[in-house]
Nanobody, 123 residues
Framework: QVQLVESGGGLVQPGGSLRLSCAAS????????IGWFRQAPGKEREGVSC????????YYSDSVKGRFTISRDDVKNMVYLQMNNLKSDDSAIYYC????????????????WGQGTQVTVSS
């Protein structure tokens, strides 16, 4: 059974950091591109960052470029999103997703989705 489980969300003050983790099971992670998406109340789902299946390409949205870093550990079947200098606009539910493509950046290209983890940036 394919499963993606996010963790690491929580409440953090502006300027703080969080590291999100995504544990994959039921499929071979290193054959899949991985993406992090987020959705805030009343807004559409937004692609935050993506990494190719062989780790040779990454994508970051303009809103997080320079602050967020995506990484993967295919041995542990884990994907991470390091988020630094967090802002209130980063508050959202963050989703991990896997795509059968080598590299993907749009939500429709992703086949498997986690349930999400809440990130709240507030003082």
């Amino acid at each position: 059974q394919v499963q993606l489980v996010e963790s690491g969300g929580g409440l953090v003050q502006p300027g703080g950091s969080l590291r999100l983790s995504c544990a994959a099971s039921g499929f071979i992670l290193d054959y899949h591109a991985i993406g992090w998406f987020r959705q805030a109340p009343g807004k559409e789902r937004e692609g935050v960052s993506c990494i190719s299946s062989d780790d040779d390409a990454t994508y970051y949205s303009d809103s997080v470029k320079g602050r967020f870093t995506i990484s993967r550990d295919d041995v542990k079947n884990m994907v991470y999103l390091q988020m630094n200098n967090l802002k209130s606009d980063d508050s959202a539910i963050y989703y991990c997703a896997a795509s059968k493509e080598h590299f993907a950046t749009t939500a429709r290209e992703f086949n498997f989705w986690g349930q999400g983890t809440q990130v709240t940036v507030s003082s």
